[in-house]
């Protein structure tokens, strides 16, 4: 199923195409389509959904190679597998995986003038797990984009015996302290976001927010503020250009799936002749990055758009009984098809259409467009979460547009499809 | 007096009594999954937050509300806590929240990536006698966990206020 764009600003877009030199493709050629991204260019980036390098390897996981440098210095390491997730913000890598290539990044010193010595750590949590370790300043570049000076990333310890250890506090679920974990070696938060917590982890005091630390070089850490310019950040931001947001694109697959899909990862919206919005539908999200996904009767308020899961999440009760795996993905006897309505703040509608087969039939295929897994409704917030996971991106261009910055004449944050 | 009022008062002067001692420490603090009123923790680094008790005819709710996070612990006339939801940017301290049941959690959570690999967004724990459903990504989590035998017979849990 493939996408044309119709140009909707036709005169503007026409003169930035005689700027950039750039034509082909489609008369939808100012738009991310898929011909005009297999010319390459210095903001697109082959985002590969493979078997990655974990020994029990997960399906669905889009990996790209981040180049990672020492600030001010041409010590880099390139590290392939890197998995794209618009879930997250921020950049994570396994330490081995920079410390193979030698590159040595120090952790971040605490600025409190009464910890001297100390250095600052984060506990990323996940549902039901964790990833912990320091936050070192580095110099990032994917593709033909390089950060302007240096950007927060998280380095995640995965030593034997981490050190410092993950305070208890942190140390909730399981640790994805490892590639094989993780299933990846490490995680390009590329959301709506900058800053992976934002004002919350910036607030004093910091009582039960157990994101950010300040660790002695031996003994016990605690948690503190982090400063919105000192979290862990979201590295398109700090590009020089292209910078308002991002664009994934995955080709249809067949129903049985694929064993491979090559798709892009694309810098900017609206910023050069490859990645203009074009007819795509915007819905904005709200602070928290969601929007309302309205599903077999059910308004489900804390719905996003996330690269970073493998599957479709969502509660069907008439699915009840076909829950598998240790209650994680869904195995109907049949393809069933189901069709749900995604809402912005801006009150867009979008209505999809999707099917879902038995997760136990998908053999060795590694891209999978109708898998998907229960996710629980929240009773006593009226909330509820569709997590629109990796499958929702098949056949598709999808607009991540940063908070607060103007991407393709709307303001962030949004999603648009 | 009636008796309800009379069976209700003591846990709600308790807590009352608890909110203005944790006043001069760390702010309110709560019980865990299957613990009373009676052993609220003060754990120094309990969240800083307002609480706010409702009374409905089956149980209580106690919602403590620190900026953006909400925790609500819901007791029953005996002032055991049969359910704890949440909701904000980042997890609350399930350590605490869960209690006893805190093992069984870690256990669940291992025993998913065990057979399934990668970061997840979701989590569900469906056993008889405990139910955890968690989800979310930072700047937005949330969550429910609760003890099926203690919820209130004529209380439909997915339809908690």
Known sequence: MKQVHRLSALPVLLGLLALSGCGGGSSASNTASQNSLAGGGNNIVAMTVMPGPASNQPFNQPYVTVKICLPGSATCSPVSDILVDTGSYGLRVMASALSAAGVNLPATPDPNPLAPGNTIQECLPFADGYAWGRVSLASVTVGGETTDGSVPIQ??????SPMPAAPSGCAVGTALNSVDALGAKGILGVGVFT?????????TPTPDKEIYYSCPASGNCS???????????????????????VVLQLPSISSNGAPTAAGYLVFGIGTEANNGLGNATVLTANASGNFTTSFNGQSLPDSFIDSGSNA??????SLAGDECHSNQFY????????SATNQGGNGVTSNISFSIINVDKIGNNYALDDVAGPAPVISGFSSGYFDWGLPFFYGRTIYFALDGVEAGGTMGPYYAY | MNRRLMRTLPSTALLAALLSCNLLMSGPAHAALGGTVDSISTDSSALRGQLRSTGFVDYDVHQITSGPMVVNEYTTRAGQVFAITWHGPVPPDLQQLLGTYFPRFQSAAAAAHQN???LHRVFTLAQPDLVIRSAGHLR??????????LVPSDLAIDQLQ
């Open chain 2, 116 to 118: 399934n690999p990668g």
């Open chain 1, 312 to 317: 479709l999440f969502f509660n069907d009760p």
């Open chain 1, 155 to 160: 380095v995640i310890d995965d030593s034997p």
């Open chain 1, 195 to 203: 800053s992976d917590c934002g004002s919350y982890c910036a607030e």
């Open chain 2, 140 to 149: 937005a989590f949330g969550g429910i966990a609760y003890l099926p035998a």
């Open chain 1, 331 to 338: 195995c109907p006897p049949a393809t069933t098809q189901l």
């Open chain 1, 223 to 245: 948690t503190v503020s982090q400063a919105v310019t000192d979290q862990v950040s979201n590295p398109v931001a700090y590009f020089p250009t292209d910078n308002n947001g």
